[in-house]
């Protein structure tokens, strides 16, 4: 017997985003219709390949206010993390003289751990590291940072937005301290899909992108690099048949490619408008959860934080059960797949000094592109029903 389902609500869009229906149209002739290789330079159907990725290439720049050239494809975030810390680090480690003390890197204790186990690797590898606390809204105070360089630090790496609790960290003062001392910065941007990630306002000189964060694919994603004097060295990951200037072997997965490039396009015509909306909903969410549950507190900073990220803790209620209890209505997540996955409580929320009963009670809501109004009262008398039956259970059991 078909039962009937009550179409799910989709509020883990930190975790991923549904593809966009355009993106994917936009993808489609790239599989099996003009499947060149887009480094066969003899023939009519590698040049095309080629086209598409000049192309894709273009839309991601201009998302992220760089040039064309200064686009590496990856294969996501993950891999475009580890090319920046892992290539800066590296390059400079193999330049240093004997007798001289080794390179430094800075980065946050709230990072993604594609960041933060890229750096633990360099320390076994000799790099010096330091990683820097939050304060209790999770942000990074820039004076910090500043102290943390020494004349041996060649980058500091400081994400453009959290994924758990959604803050934006205080990117143009860290910055400018770094520049006054010629150190290199990264960030990782694979959650700005709703904060603007220009390189040349922000003055980064590396960040990385990932297509499935912006309604693209799985899959891809870039490590854009600013050309500048003295030049950034990086030591490539991959070594093969020298792709992407020799800084990242392998063959290009152009229908994935080219869904970056269209949701890049899509995302700088549309990021504007929808940040306006979704916070909207965002901020609708909050506050029928104040009035309509009670007992909740929100993690990391409102104020400095994405349009599309809430990320709060719920007075007596397992984080955990409520999931389950909703997981046939909304799609929701305790914090970062990865730690999910692994079961260990938010390192993130750890750094911001939460204690362990509150981190278990914290549930993240990530809105998107296709977030409705009804999801939102929907989700808000869900979680009303099912909070309020765990909370009643809790008490009747404590009596
Ligand atoms: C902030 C951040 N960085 C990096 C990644 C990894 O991105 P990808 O899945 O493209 O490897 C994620 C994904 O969860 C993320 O949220």
């Not at 000189?205 to 950034?232: E, T």
């Not at 509150?358 to 909070?387: C, M, N, P, Y």
Request: glycine letters at 8%; proline letters at 5%.
């Amino acid at each position: 017997m078909v039962g009937h389902r009550m179409a799910l609500i989709y509020l883990d869009n930190q975790s991923t985003t549904r593809c966009d229906p355009r993106v994917l149209q936009a993808m489609l002739p790239w599989f099996s219709e003009h499947y060149g290789n887009a480094a066969a330079r003899s023939h009519a159907l590698g040049m095309r390949a080629r086209g598409a990725i000049e192309r894709a290439r273009a839309q991601i720049a201009r998302w992220v206010g760089a040039s064309p050239k200064e686009v590496i494809l990856t294969s996501g975030a993950t891999e475009a993390n580890n090319l920046a810390v892992l290539g800066v680090a590296r390059a400079a480690l193999r330049t240093t003289t004997a007798g001289r003390p080794p390179p430094h890197v800075v980065t946050v204790a709230t990072e993604h751990p594609a960041v933060l186990d890229p750096v633990e690797a360099l320390r076994r590898e000799g790099v010096d590291v330091t990683v820097l606390g939050v304060d209790a809204d999770g942000l990074v105070d820039p004076d910090d940072v500043q102290r943390a360089l020494r004349p041996t630090t060649v980058l500091v790496s400081v994400m453009r937005v959290n994924n758990e609790i959604g803050v934006v960290q205080p990117l143009h003062a860290i910055v400018e301290r770094c520049r006054a001392q010629g150190v290199a910065v990264h960030t990782d941007a694979a959650q700005a899909s709703l904060v603007p990630v220009d390189m040349s306002a922000l003055d980064v000189d590396l960040v990385s992108v990932s297509a499935h964060k912006i309604y693209g694919p799985k899959g891809v994603g870039a490590l854009v690099v600013r050309r500048r004097r003295p030049r950034i060295a990086l030591e490539p990951l991959l070594h093969g048949g020298g792709h992407e200037r020799g800084l990242r072997s392998g063959t290009l997965p152009v229908p994935l490619v080219v869904g970056l490039g269209e949701a890049a396009q899509l995302l700088t015509e549309a990021q504007e408008r929808e940040a306006a909306s979704v916070v909207l909903l965002r901020d609708q969410l909050l506050a029928g959860l104040r009035e309509q549950v009670g007992g909740i507190r929100v993690n990391g900073s409102l104020q400095h934080r994405a349009p599309n990220n809430l990320n709060v803790s719920f007075d007596g209620v397992e984080a955990a059960a409520l999931l389950v209890a909703l997981r046939d209505i909304v799609c929701l997540s305790t914090g970062s797949a990865c730690s999910s996955e692994s079961q260990r409580p938010s390192h993130v929320l750890d750094a911001l000094g939460m204690p362990g009963d509150r981190i278990g009670r914290s549930v993240r809501f990530g809105l998107g592109r296709f977030t409705t109004e009804h999801d939102i009262t929907t989700t808000l008398d869900a979680i009303a029903q099912k909070v309020g039956q765990l909370r009643s259970m809790a008490s009747l059991y404590e009596t």
